[in-house]
């Protein structure tokens, strides 16, 4: 099993919510529902406030929702889009992904919309997933996902040919589904078809600036990211051509399941910030690890010199990517799609500690948090103080 806290660990809720009308929709949606209704709340996750519904005949649902009050960002939390996209990859591909169950974007049952899929835990540490779907005009067979999360990229607890095929998979998976027609299956319009990194950036910049001016009940402000100026003038300077496909958003390691036996990924999860545009985003954010010192981060542990690690190389997996889809080996000016990760990554935490400020943060351990976006800032200045990006230097 992996070697990490549960990543479905439940405590009691936090951010309440009206159990009394959930319990009566639920009950008019789903034929097979029973009431009375038990809800907890998932620890982790620090975006969307994430629940495990149980009802009287012990049938388990999870329910992701937006944060309740007013939102930084009118981007973010997007649970609308999240169900968009599953139903569209569950129905018409075979990348794998949970079959959601039911969309509600009526505010009147729980205050902000939700979506709802079902779920079983079969591992302490390692988890299964129950996916039944269900718009709100038709019905799906239920279909039972069994397999376990990892939250330890190194994979550890694994064998060292079982780490690498692990990682192999998590690529393979993304190259597949890069190579998924939007446009067959449904998704035009689900995103502008260029300019994808110039619009990200105009976006984070907008929001960055609403996070940094947040003050806690002390009246202390979250502060801005370090040398912000300089990353977004280099950021301008060495962006990376066009390029066009589905965006996962957040792929990473812990949001992929894996079978319970086989190194190999049968789910993708949490999709709120999926969309159309660059790939190399993805590969970026999956690959972020590759860039960290090890004990540098705790929540990115770092393989830059990691000892007793059995993970593939950095260039093993870009090349493997390449080959998978049909790319040109190296990618030219890679280096920028890590620089923007690392600013993303920036905005991310930096909206963790703006919520813990409001106190709207869904995460038991959102408070670990406190202050990373201003030291993960070096990372992309790492590279930044390197100079521009003329060819490719590096991976």
Same mark, same amino acid.
């Given at each position: 099993?992996?070697k990490?806290d549960?990543?479905?660990?439940?405590?009691?809720?936090?951010?309440?919510?009206?159990?009394?009308?959930?319990?009566?929709y639920?009950?008019?949606?789903?034929?097979e529902?029973?009431?009375?209704?038990?809800?907890?709340?998932?620890n982790?996750g620090?975006?969307?406030p994430t629940?495990?519904? &149980?009802?009287?005949?012990?049938?388990?649902?999870?329910?992701?929702?937006k944060?309740?009050? /007013?939102?930084?960002s009118?981007?973010?939390?997007?649970?609308? +889009?999240?169900f968009?996209i599953?139903?569209?990859?569950?129905?018409?591909?075979d &990348?794998?992904?949970?079959? !959601?169950?039911?969309?509600?974007?009526?505010?009147?049952?729980i =205050?902000?919309?939700?979506?709802?899929?079902?779920?079983?835990?079969?591992?302490?540490l390692?988890?299964a %997933?129950?996916?039944h779907t269900k718009?709100?005009?038709?019905?799906?067979?239920m279909? %039972?996902l069994? =397999?376990r999360?990892?939250?330890d990229?190194?994979f550890?607890?694994?064998?060292?040919?079982d780490c690498?095929?692990?990682?192999?998979?998590a690529?393979?998976?993304?190259?597949?589904l890069?190579?998924?027609?939007?446009?067959?299956?449904?998704l035009e319009g689900?995103?502008?078809?260029?300019? %994808?990194?110039s619009r990200?950036? +105009?976006?984070?910049?907008?929001?960055?600036a609403?996070?940094?001016a947040?003050?806690?009940e002390n009246?202390v402000?979250?502060g801005e990211?370090?040398?912000?100026?300089?990353?977004?003038?280099w950021?301008?300077?060495?962006?990376?051509?066009?390029e066009t496909?589905?965006v996962?958003?957040?792929?990473? &390691?812990?949001?992929?399941?894996?079978?319970?036996?086989?190194?190999?990924?049968?789910?993708?999860?949490d999709?709120?910030?999926?969309?159309?545009?660059?790939?190399?985003?993805d590969?970026?954010?999956?690959?972020?690890?590759?860039?960290?010192?090890?004990?540098?981060f705790? %929540?990115i542990p770092g393989?830059?010199?990691?000892k007793d690690?059995n993970?593939p190389?950095?260039?093993?997996l870009?090349?493997?990517?390449?080959?998978? /889809?049909?790319r040109?080996?190296?990618?030219?000016?890679?280096?920028f799609? !890590? !620089?923007f990760s690392?600013f993303?990554?920036?905005?991310i935490?930096q909206?963790?500690?703006?919520?813990?400020?409001?106190?709207?943060?869904?995460?038991?351990?959102?408070k670990k948090?406190?202050?990373?976006?201003?030291?993960?800032?070096a990372w992309?200045?790492?590279? &930044?103080?390197?100079?521009?990006?003329v060819?490719q230097?590096?991976?």
């Amino acid at each position: 099993m992996a070697k990490s806290d549960n990543v479905q660990e439940t405590s009691a809720v936090r951010l309440l919510i009206n159990v009394d009308k959930l319990q009566e929709y639920l009950a008019s949606e789903i034929p097979e529902f029973q009431a009375p209704l038990e809800v907890r709340q998932f620890n982790y996750g620090q975006s969307n406030p994430t629940y495990l519904l &149980i009802d009287a005949s012990k049938k388990r649902y999870v329910l992701r929702k937006k944060p309740s009050g /007013t939102l930084l960002s009118t981007t973010a939390h997007a649970v609308e +889009r999240e169900f968009r996209i599953l139903d569209a990859l569950s129905r018409n591909t075979d &990348i794998p992904v949970p079959q !959601v169950y039911l969309l509600c974007e009526n505010k009147s049952i729980i =205050g902000t919309p939700f979506y709802v899929r079902n779920m079983k835990t079969i591992f302490v540490l390692c988890n299964a %997933f129950i996916n039944h779907t269900k718009s709100t005009k038709r019905k799906k067979v239920m279909e %039972f996902l069994k =397999g376990r999360i990892f939250k330890d990229a190194s994979f550890s607890s694994l064998s060292p040919n079982d780490c690498k095929q692990c990682w192999y998979s998590a690529i393979d998976t993304l190259a597949k589904l890069h190579s998924v027609d939007y446009k067959s299956i449904g998704l035009e319009g689900y995103g502008k078809p260029s300019g %994808f990194y110039s619009r990200q950036i +105009r976006s984070l910049l907008k929001v960055t600036a609403v996070q940094a001016a947040v003050r806690d009940e002390n009246g202390v402000a979250v502060g801005e990211i370090p040398r912000l100026d300089e990353i977004i003038k280099w950021l301008k300077r060495n962006e990376l051509p066009d390029e066009t496909t589905i965006v996962h958003g957040d792929y990473k &390691i812990d949001n992929l399941v894996y079978h319970p036996t086989e190194s190999r990924v049968i789910g993708i999860l949490d999709w709120e910030l999926s969309t159309i545009g660059h790939p190399m985003s993805d590969v970026a954010n999956l690959l972020m690890h590759y860039y960290v010192r090890q004990g540098a981060f705790e %929540f990115i542990p770092g393989f830059i010199g990691a000892k007793d690690i059995n993970v593939p190389s950095l260039e093993d997996l870009m090349q493997r990517y390449c080959e998978k /889809t049909k790319r040109p080996y190296p990618i030219k000016k890679y280096d920028f799609a !890590v !620089v923007f990760s690392f600013f993303r990554f920036c905005v991310i935490s930096q909206g963790i500690d703006a919520r813990v400020a409001l106190k709207q943060s869904s995460s038991a351990e959102a408070k670990k948090f406190s202050g990373i976006f201003k030291k993960s800032a070096a990372w992309a200045l790492e590279i &930044i103080d390197r100079g521009d990006l003329v060819t490719q230097s590096r991976l």
